[in-house]
């Protein structure tokens, strides 16, 4: 019987998840069919376990797995009945949401209380009327967010860029420890109200003009001047976490961090990336190479939910 390999995005990112998968697994994987953050091939390769599968690492998913299939409302139950008497392994069944603004209804009671497996029959509402069912493993993110969409608080904040850091932050485990913060592209301050209100000390720097609430904030200073402006000498000495989210070419950025921080980067760098087209990810090696010449060890790229057409590249000085 033939494999079919399921990929879940960020609604309306998957041209830049079909561009990565043929560049990646040329020849192996066929596109199958897409709908809004779901996209399938065909495998024509060997088939794939979930623990090979689980191995695979694109950046513009969420998660992956095996597909079952897109089923009508009454028959999903049967399915996943059905799949289960197949199988000797024990699965935890969760029903998933692809809109992050939209809390997800659970349209199907499962009896799970005394399951604890690491492997997953995942639920995805398409449609008012079909269901599309995956198998997969824990999926690449240690902690919260992960095949579920981060959950997309009430604030005040005067920009979506809050929700960015806050769920790179719990994807990291970064809640205890106060750090030291330098943040480009900072106005007008949606990241940096989270990292306030979290006891961080920040140093923002932006040509825009930042919301008064958070100018006037103690443990925030403000540089108003454009990234191409700043040297490492106007900022403060000791520095945990590099954070950007400047509007320019990905490349424009990189270049700029490289330049002022090339002796001396901080040990963590969450830089966010542009991509507003597929044709960027392109560059992706030539990113990887600017912060590994700035002296980062591990690199990674990845889309969180709350992301529109960027990603996040994550540096660290260490490889763990």
């Known amino acids: 019987m033939q494999q079919f390999i399921y990929f879940l995005t960020n609604p ?13 697994y040329p020849k192996i994987f066929n596109f199958s069919y897409s709908r809004p953050g779901i996209c399938t091939y065909k495998n024509t390769g060997p088939k ?45 069944i969760q029903q998933i949401s692809r809109e992050p603004e939209i809390a997800l209804k659970e349209d199907f009671c ?20 079909q269901y599309f069912i995956g198998t997969q493993l824990e999926d690449k993110f240690e902690s919260p967010p992960g095949r579920s969409f981060y959950d997309i608080s009430i604030t005040n904040a005067p920009s979506r860029a809050y929700h960015k850091i806050k769920e790179a932050f719990l994807l990291l485990n970064m809640g205890a420890k106060k750090l030291n913060c330098v943040e480009f592209g900072c106005a007008p301050g949606g990241s940096t ?13 932006d040509p825009a003009d930042m919301d008064v609430e958070i100018l006037n904030h103690k443990n925030f200073e403000f540089i108003q001047k454009p990234i191409q402006g700043i040297t490492k000498r106007d900022l403060p000495e000791n520095i945990d976490v590099l954070i950007s989210d400047v509007n320019l070419n990905p490349d424009v950025v990189l270049k700029q961090c490289h330049g002022i921080f090339k002796t001396s980067p901080p040990p963590l760098a969450l830089i966010t990336l542009k991509t507003p087209k597929p044709k960027y990810l392109d560059s992706l090696k030539i990113w990887k190479s600017y912060l590994e010449s700035m002296g980062y060890k591990r690199v990674d790229f990845i889309q969180i939910s709350s992301h529109r057409k960027e990603c996040l590249a994550i540096a660290r000085l260490s490889l763990f």
């Open 12 to 24: 309306g990112n998957e041209s830049f998840l079909k561009k990565e998968i043929m560049h990646k």
């Open 193 to 205: 109200k989270y990292l306030l209100e979290s006891g961080h000390k920040v140093c923002g720097v």
């Open 110 to 129: 499962f009896d799970q209380s005394d399951i604890d497996a690491e492997r997953f029959i995942i639920v995805v509402k398409v449609d008012e009327s």
């Open 48 to 92: 794939l376990s979930l623990e090979e599968i689980s191995k695979l690492n694109p950046i513009y998913a969420r998660a992956w797995g095996e597909s079952i299939g897109i089923f009508n409302r009454d028959e999903v139950q049967k399915t996943i009945s059905d799949y289960l008497d197949s199988t000797a392994s024990t699965f935890q």
